[in-house]
């Protein structure tokens, strides 16, 4: 049964995907991931060829990137399925940062810069990382904190500051760097390409974290210092750069939340399998009371978690991107907690097999722990909704 404003070719695509996932992806996860540690990517290639075969390789993109054009809501529908499997985006060529880079240089970019940069990304050929958190005392949940600058010499901009959390930036081709262009608080930021051995680009190290390092998802410190740029490395204009960090954000944000609905709805799956086999105390784990409220809270939560998603996903379709903002913090949020809760609850239904590596779900939660911080902490979502709220412009009922 499915949700009954999907059109009947876009659910077909969904089965299309999900069949892909369950048939290909799913079995060969734990090779991907040992060739991975490797340095090998034999499987994880093949299967992007297939993917690319059968016409599902960024579906998020026009036909003229490779693509199938998929609106908001397609990418809802189909990186809902693709989220299924820990590395199901990486295979679809729609992981994070690098989607989100694609589209933003869709959008905004030049001509050459497309040429240069989207061409191969789409492609595969090679990945991007985005450059906005800064060390503390720069920019994190607050990005007029900003410190990183660009300062123009001659017909070039010479770029200085310090990076961290640049997922993907250490076998990155390019850099997508946010960097302060000016004192304006609302036009004082501007976005440059640039390439990741550039002169004066310094990576500094990968940030050991919570969650284990897999395929490109390694956290990056970089440091500017003098780094030369050409005008034309400018994304859209100057002063642009806030601008476009919130029109990005708001569909990233999205496309996080539909990975993370499709990894909770498969984390039940597999409980479900265990609840129902496994005995104790003279009956059925499936059988017991409290099993039931954990399977029933966290179904309720999936469900809630996707009409927000598709919500929000059809006001950005109706071209209310801005009016979405607040409804996307809500369903960031509730959807990182349910990924956490659900997770956690896995782990606790299958006890000490649940915590052994035997499960996936260990692994999965201490990736999934970065979700409540990801595009911004749970806390600043929760002072815009409030916000919202007492200035009378939140419609709780739509």
Same mark, same amino acid.
């Given at each position: 049964?499915?949700?009954?404003?999907?059109?009947?070719?876009?659910? #077909?695509?969904?089965?299309?995907?999900?069949?892909?996932?369950?048939?290909?992806?799913?079995?060969s996860?734990?090779?991907?991931?040992?060739?991975?540690?490797?340095?090998?990517?034999?499987?994880?290639?093949?299967?992007?060829?297939?993917?690319?075969?059968?016409?599902?390789?960024?579906?998020?993109?026009?036909?003229?990137?490779?693509?199938?054009?998929?609106?908001?809501?397609?990418?809802?529908?189909?990186?809902?399925?693709?989220?299924?499997?820990?590395?199901?985006?990486?295979?679809?060529?729609?992981?994070?940062?690098?989607?989100?880079?694609?589209?933003?240089? +869709?959008?905004?970019? &030049?001509?050459?810069?497309?040429?240069?940069?989207?061409?191969? +990304?789409?492609?595969?050929?090679?990945? &991007?990382?985005?450059?906005?958190?800064?060390?503390?005392?720069?920019?994190?949940?607050?990005? #007029?904190?900003?410190?990183?600058?660009?300062?123009?010499?001659?017909?070039?901009?010479?770029?200085?500051?310090?990076?961290?959390? #640049?997922?993907?930036?250490?076998?990155?081709?390019?850099?997508?760097?946010?960097a @302060?262009?000016?004192?304006?608080p609302?036009?004082?930021?501007?976005?440059?390409?640039?390439?990741?051995?550039?002169?004066?680009?310094?990576?500094?190290?990968?940030?050991?974290?919570?969650?284990?390092?897999?395929?490109?998802?390694?956290?990056?410190?970089?440091?500017?210092?003098g780094?030369?740029?050409?005008?034309?490395?400018?994304?859209?204009?100057?002063?642009?750069?806030?601008?476009?960090?919130?029109?990005?954000?708001?569909?990233?944000?999205l496309?996080?939340? =539909?990975?993370?609905?499709?990894?909770?709805? @498969?984390?039940?799956?597999?409980?479900?399998?265990?609840?129902?086999? @496994?005995? &104790?105390?003279?009956?059925?784990?499936?059988?017991?009371? +409290?099993?039931?409220? =954990?399977?029933?809270?966290?179904?309720t939560?999936?469900?809630?978690?996707?009409?927000?998603?598709?919500?929000?996903?059809?006001?950005?379709?109706?071209?209310?991107?801005?009016?979405a903002?607040?409804?996307?913090? =809500?369903?960031?949020?509730?959807?990182?907690?349910?990924?956490?809760?659900?997770?956690?609850?896995?782990?606790?239904?299958?006890?000490?097999?649940?915590?052994?590596?035997?499960?996936?779900?260990?692994?999965?939660?201490?990736?999934?722990?970065?979700?409540?911080?990801?595009?911004?902490?749970?806390?600043?979502h929760? =002072?815009?909704?409030?916000?919202?709220?007492f200035?009378?412009?939140?419609?709780?009922?739509?």
């Amino acid at each position: 049964m499915t949700w009954r404003s999907v059109p009947a070719e876009l659910e #077909s695509l969904r089965t299309r995907v999900r069949t892909f996932v369950d048939t290909h992806i799913i079995p060969s996860e734990a090779k991907i991931l040992e060739e991975d540690g490797a340095g090998d990517r034999t499987t994880l290639n093949r299967l992007r060829a297939l993917a690319r075969e059968e016409g599902l390789y960024t579906p998020h993109l026009p036909e003229a990137y490779g693509g199938l054009g998929m609106g908001v809501m397609g990418m809802c529908v189909l990186f809902r399925e693709m989220g299924r499997s820990f590395v199901g985006a990486k295979v679809f060529n729609c992981d994070a940062p690098d989607q989100g880079n694609m589209d933003l240089l +869709l959008e905004a970019a &030049s001509e050459p810069l497309r040429e240069r940069y989207l061409r191969p +990304l789409a492609d595969g050929a090679i990945t &991007s990382a985005f450059c906005m958190t800064e060390p503390a005392p720069g920019a994190g949940a607050d990005p #007029s904190n900003l410190r990183t600058t660009a300062k123009k010499d001659g017909d070039a901009w010479v770029i200085d500051g310090h990076k961290w959390y #640049s997922t993907g930036g250490d076998p990155a081709a390019f850099l997508i760097v946010m960097a @302060r262009t000016s004192d304006d608080p609302k036009n004082g930021a501007s976005m440059f390409i640039v390439d990741r051995h550039a002169e004066g680009v310094e990576h500094v190290r990968n940030i050991s974290v919570m969650a284990p390092d897999f395929l490109d998802h390694l956290e990056a410190e970089f440091k500017f210092e003098g780094v030369r740029v050409k005008e034309d490395a400018v994304i859209a204009n100057i002063g642009d750069g806030f601008r476009l960090a919130q029109k990005r954000l708001v569909p990233a944000r999205l496309t996080h939340c =539909m990975r993370w609905l499709g990894l909770a709805a @498969r984390t039940l799956e597999l409980s479900r399998e265990y609840l129902i086999s @496994r005995k &104790s105390f003279g009956k059925r784990l499936a059988e017991h009371q +409290l099993m039931h409220k =954990m399977i029933a809270d966290n179904t309720t939560a999936i469900h809630a978690g996707n009409l927000m998603t598709f919500h929000c996903a059809q006001m950005i379709e109706d071209g209310l991107g801005r009016e979405a903002r607040v409804y996307s913090s =809500m369903t960031k949020n509730h959807v990182a907690r349910l990924l956490c809760k659900t997770l956690d609850d896995a782990i606790q239904m299958h006890g000490g097999l649940g915590y052994s590596d035997d499960m996936p779900f260990a692994r999965w939660y201490r990736a999934a722990r970065a979700a409540r911080i990801a595009d911004g902490p749970d806390e600043v979502h929760e =002072m815009l909704i409030a916000r919202e709220f007492f200035y009378d412009r939140l419609e709780m009922l739509v």
